[in-house]
């Protein structure tokens, strides 16, 4: 029996690595979790351990650029390999029985082929960063006792800077072993697959075998004849799945209307609003009923807790934003800025602009390109502490704040001193929707060096914004009201907006903060000068 060593998922964004060196040679015997291989990726090196005892057959060669998922060698097993081809008379003889008792013909045609498998395989925790340490099991895809196909995602880890899935690493049948909510350091063994499991059935049995297998509880649902996964009517989508459970909505009250009756994101929203409907409709005709129990007996309220288990995200932007209270000299000033010639500039071109680059004419583009010029000035409003050093960058990386769904992230912009308008609001879109479907990558959400926040779109009025470290600035946005200020000597009606800019005071001085706002609010109130450059 030959066990193909793969290439173990390191990152949700990286898709190969570097087979750096062998440990082993072909030929070699090696043991259970003994290190075989050294791999390489643009972020980190880690080893490669082989999964069983037995005989190593290399694959691939060092200094091969291999995919994730891709054979690096095979572990030979001399001891089960053998007795292979005298087992394959079964079958025949299996094939060849009278019909009247195919659900029996079928137990000897599983024994073969769970042998076949070696056993249980653990699943592992796998390497997913250079700096990431321990992961949370967010929740299981799949539950105790199904039957899992290769490369079918299995779990949910999540650490403090993304979310990933864990797939199956063979066909079989899944034992978990770590709970959801559980913090797993790298390497810990996750689950086991025992055996091929129900899938590996399937395939060559007669059809009056199918049958039969139907009336048990698993009934093959899962597998298809041509070996690709299915689902059956009624299974929800990972995404769909977690808004259900978040939501306390059964899966069997809601009807798919993707692949095969599967249930899809649209269709758990969908189901959530139904159930509010119903759980209303439902104590309409209680009230009657409550009215005359109160009078008789006084009214008591329900008075309810619910505690909820901080996400790996959650505690690591509470250390930070902790951190950077203790650790940074923070001031903020503020300033107002002048929307209404912006406006005036979004309503004129705003169709066009629209038509031409397919994307919407926002104000955080116009924010963004006024940060980077005002950059240029005072250069030290973009530099960070590293050591006894101040760093300052010829380039600006800004960093968006984005409200996701697992909390407050922030996506980098990258090189946005050098993007026009229509590029900035094009990156902002990609970056948002990736940030609210939980699918940003650790690269695109570090390497930041000034940071906006808009409060505003939650109706804050004024704020203090804390620091994103190891950045020294950040720019808040609020909401825009119409208020009367005075304007060459009148009163009138404007549409403003305070800007707060946080600062560390130990980089940057009281002159370059109030003097790189007063630029910012400049560059705003004259949208020229930001094509112009002046």
Not at 123 to 142: A, Y
Not at 215 to 237: D, H, L, Q
Not at 406 to 415: A, T
Request: with cysteine; net charge negative.
């Amino acid at each position: 029996m030959s066990l193909a060593i793969k290439v173990p998922p390191v990152g949700e964004s990286i898709t190969e690595v570097t087979l750096a060196s062998w440990k082993k040679k072909d030929g070699d015997h090696v043991e259970m979790d003994e290190v075989i291989a050294e791999l390489e990726s643009d972020k980190a090196t880690f080893e490669l351990t082989a999964e069983k005892a037995g005989t190593l057959q290399l694959v691939a060669k060092e200094g091969d650029t291999l995919a994730i998922g891709a054979v690096v060698a095979n572990i030979e097993d001399g001891g089960t390999a053998a007795p292979a081809p005298a087992a394959q008379p079964q079958p025949e003889v299996v094939a060849n029985a009278p019909a009247p008792a195919p659900v029996a013909a079928a137990a000897p045609v599983a024994t073969p082929a769970a042998q076949a498998t070696g056993g249980s395989l653990e699943i592992k925790v796998p390497t997913v960063g250079e700096s990431i340490t321990e992961v949370t099991l967010s929740r299981w895809i799949k539950k105790d006792g199904d039957a899992v196909e290769m490369d079918e995602a299995i779990a949910e880890l999540e650490s403090d800077k993304a979310t990933f899935e864990l797939t199956a690493e063979k066909a079989g049948t899944l034992k978990t072993i770590a709970k959801e909510g559980d913090v797993l350091p790298i390497g810990a063994v996750v689950c086991t697959i025992e055996g091929a499991g129900a899938a590996a059935v399937p395939a060559p049995v007669t059809p009056a075998v199918v049958s039969a297998a139907d009336e048990s509880p698993r009934g093959g649902a899962p597998v298809s004849n041509s070996g690709g996964v299915t689902y059956a009517s009624g299974t929800p989508s990972p995404a769909a799945a977690k808004i259900l459970a978040e939501k306390g909505v059964d899966p069997k009250g809601v009807n798919g209307t993707g692949v095969d009756g599967r249930i899809t994101k649209g269709d758990a929203l969908g189901a959530q609003v139904e159930s509010q409907k119903s759980k209303v409709e439902s104590q309409k005709p209680a009230a009657p009923a409550q009215a005359q129990t109160s009078q008789t007996t006084p009214q008591t309220l329900e008075r309810g807790e619910r505690r909820e288990k901080m996400t790996s995200l959650r505690k690591t932007v509470a250390k930070r934003l902790v951190a950077v209270k203790n650790e940074t000299a923070m001031l903020t000033t503020f300033n107002e800025v002048d929307m209404q010639p912006i406006m005036e500039l979004r309503g004129k071109y705003k169709d066009k602009f629209k038509e031409k680059h397919g994307v919407g004419l926002g104000f955080m583009s116009f924010f963004t390109k006024a940060v980077t010029e005002a950059l240029k000035d005072w250069p030290a409003v973009g530099a960070r502490i590293e050591g006894e050093e101040v760093v300052y960058s010829d380039f600006a990386d800004i960093s968006i704040a984005v409200s996701a769904p697992k909390g407050l992230v922030v996506p980098v912009i990258r090189n946005a001193d050098g993007m026009s308008l229509a590029e900035i609001e094009k990156a902002i879109v990609v970056l948002a929707g990736k940030a609210r479907e939980n699918k940003l990558t650790i690269p695109e959400m570090t390497g930041g060096t000034f940071t906006i926040t808009n409060g505003g779109v939650f109706g804050s009025m004024l704020s203090t914004p804390i620091l994103n470290s190891p950045q020294s600035a950040i720019l808040g946005m609020h909401n825009i009201i119409e208020r009367p200020v005075a304007v060459n000597g009148q009163v009138v009606i404007r549409p403003m907006m305070y800007l707060a800019l946080s600062y560390d005071h130990r980089i940057v001085d009281g002159r370059e903060s109030v003097s790189f706002l007063v630029r910012v609010k400049q560059l705003l109130e004259d949208p020229a000068r930001l094509l112009l450059g002046v």
